[in-house]
């Protein structure tokens, strides 16, 4: 059986206005793999301001379809929000918020890429998710969002991580965590709080009291559902075994929001190592 990856970005279809004329692509449908670019001409700078707009989500399209790793992009902003992420407007904040959602799809495809072995390809994604984070930081300063920098400086520690950047990382998730205080976003700190953990996890002795302070400063701010909920109550499981079956059943109604549709491959893994304990 052979097993075909779907392109990283597919527009198929796509029919858009400008100056109240209708465009399109050819070819029809455009793909592009990952670790690849596409260029796209236009007749000047307002037509490829439009088409910009369109494959950003700042305008919708008459018809067709933009997909990434296989998912139609409404549909994609859709899971996204079983993340905790916010969909997007269509100003400076919310042009932040879309490239943050593009680098969540990114890192999830890097994600799979590693896992199956292809880490070439993963490093691609995960330094194309790097440069894309720090135009969303730009953005966010200029909109004043503290959110959305809080935002991108989160998925900016997880990037650098994969890249083997441990210093960057552990600053920019500081940094994150300090910004996620200041405008009150408690489930944003906690996942940060989730994530340092896990950073502790990765040192070789690393002193398990201080992984456990943290996993319970964040789990009381979690919400009931989510990955960062999952994961916390997975490390929690084979950090206090006196409690591992209350963590193991809380983690899997962490997933809950996944059942019986299409599951990312960081749910999957979850869900069964959740299942195994």
Known sequence: MVVEDSPLLELSGLVWRT??????????????????????????????????????????????????????????????????????????????????????????????????GRDSEAQHLYTDARNVLFESLRLAAEAGDDGAAAHARELLALAQHYLGRGFDAADNLEEAE??????????????????????????????PEEVVALLEEAEPRLPPAGVSTALAHLHLARLRAGSAAEHRAAGLAALSPWDGIAEPRQVRELRERLSEL
């Open 19 to 116: 100056r109240e004329r209708r465009r399109w692509l050819g070819p029809d449908p455009l793909t592009v793999d990952s670790g690849h670019t596409a260029v796209v001409v236009a007749a000047d700078c307002a037509e490829a301001d439009a088409f910009t707009d369109i494959l950003i989500g700042l305008e919708m399209p008459e018809n067709g379809e933009i997909r990434l790793d296989g998912d139609e992009f409404t549909a994609v902003e859709s899971a996204l929000v079983r993340y905790g992420q916010a969909l997007s407007g269509g100003d400076l904040a919310g042009h932040s918020l879309r490239l943050i959602n593009v680098v969540a799809l990114l890192l999830r495809k890097g994600q799979t890429l590693d896992g199956d």
């Open 178 to 207: 300090r910004l996620y205080a200041k405008t009150a976003d408690e489930i944003g700190r906690a996942r940060c709080l989730v994530q340092r953990a896990g950073v502790l996890l990765d040192k070789p002795g690393h002193p």
